[in-house]
C-alpha cells in the first residue's frame, strides 16, 4: 500500500453555484494536497435538491472517484436507474433493499482501494433501519478495501458522534454530511479513525444553508410556503483532507478544507 494515500472529501454540493465552486478550487487543491481519492457527497448539486445523471457525470468529470447522497438521493426519476447501473455513486446503505441503488462501493486508484459506505442517521429522516446496525453489514462489503471512508448523513450530532466511537479502529475515516454547517471537532480517535461531525457545504455562503437568504427568511417570518433557490452569494468549498496511516484503515490527520471559489 503506498504510504502517502490520502483522501479529500467535499460535503454536500449545493447547486450551480457549489459544482461551479468545486471545478474552480478542485485543479488547484489537487496539486496542493495531492489527495490520492477524492469524495464529493452530490445529494444538494442539482438545482440545490437531489441529482441527476447530468450532474452525477459532471462530479465525475471534475475528477470525483466516488460521490455519496443522503435524504434527497431520490428527488428525480432520472437518477434511479443511475444508481443501479453505475457503481461508484452510492446512496444510505440502511435504505429500503428494493429502493434503487446500493449503500457501498469499492474505488480503486495506484493499486489502493478504498471503500466507501454511505448510511443515513434515524433521527428526522427516513432510513430504513439502524446506521448503527446497518453498518456492521456494509462493512462487510467492503471487507477487502485498504481503506473505508464512511458518510454518515445524518441530522443530529449525537449520531454521528455515536457512530465515530462505534467504527473507532475499523475505518480510516468517519465523516458527517447534511446540515451543510461545519462543525470544528475534527481529529483523529484514539484507535485511528479520522473524525468529524459536518464536513459542512461547497455552495454559497451568503444564502441559509444553500437558499437564498431573503426566501428562507420570509418563510420563517410568515410561515406561508414560498419557492426555494439556491443562493449564489460568496460561494465556498467546505472539505476536509484526511491522510492515511501507512497501515490498514487508519489514519495520521484530517484538516478540514475550508475557501472562498
Ligand atoms: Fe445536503
Ligand atoms: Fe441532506
Not at 85 to 104: H, S, W
Not at 110 to 128: E, R
Not at 159 to 183: M, R, S
Not at 220 to 248: G, K, Q, Y
Request: charged share 20%; hydrophobic share 40%.
Amino acid at each position: 500500500m503506498a504510504r502517502e494515500t490520502s483522501i479529500l472529501f467535499v460535503g454536500d454540493v449545493v447547486g450551480r453555484t457549489g459544482r461551479q465552486a468545486l471545478e474552480s478550487l478542485l485543479p488547484g487543491l489537487r496539486e496542493e494536497l495531492v489527495p490520492t481519492f477524492v469524495v464529493v457527497n452530490g445529494e444538494n448539486a442539482a438545482g440545490g435538491i437531489g441529482i441527476t445523471p447530468k450532474e452525477a457525470d459532471a462530479l465525475f468529470a471534475m475528477g470525483a472517484d466516488a460521490i455519496t447522497l443522503g435524504n434527497h438521493t431520490y428527488r428525480h426519476r432520472e437518477i434511479w436507474p443511475y444508481l443501479d447501473e453505475r457503481r461508484e455513486i452510492v446512496r444510505p446503505a440502511n435504505y429500503l433493499p428494493g429502493q434503487p441503488g446500493r449503500g457501498t462501493c469499492l474505488v480503486e486508484r495506484d493499486g489502493v482501494t478504498l471503500g466507501v459506505v454511505n448510511l443515513s442517521g434515524n433521527l428526522y429522516m427516513q432510513a430504513a433501519s439502524p446506521a448503527l446496525v446497518t453498518v456492521d453489514e456494509a462493512l462487510r462489503e467492503v471487507a477487502g478495501a485498504d481503506h473505508v471512508l464512511v458518510d454518515m448523513h445524518a441530522e443530529a450530532t449525537s449520531e454521528k458522534v455515536a457512530l465515530g466511537w462505534y467504527l473507532d479502529g475499523k475505518v480510516t475515516a468517519v465523516v458527517g454530511t447534511h446540515t451543510h454547517v461545519p462543525t470544528a471537532d475534527a481529529r483523529v480517535l484514539p484507535n485511528g479513525t479520522a473524525y468529524i461531525t459536518d464536513v459542512g457545504m461547497t455552495g454559497a455562503r451568503g444564502g441559509v444553508i444553500g437558499v437564498r437568504r431573503e426566501q428562507s427568511i420570509a418563510v420563517m417570518r410568515t410561515h406561508m410556503p414560498m419557492r426555494f433557490d439556491s443562493s449564489d452569494e460568496d460561494p465556498w468549498i467546505n472539505a476536509v483532507l484526511v491522510r492515511a496511516a501507512p497501515v490498514p484503515r487508519r489514519a495520521e490527520s484530517i484538516e478540514q478544507i475550508l475557501r472562498p471559489a
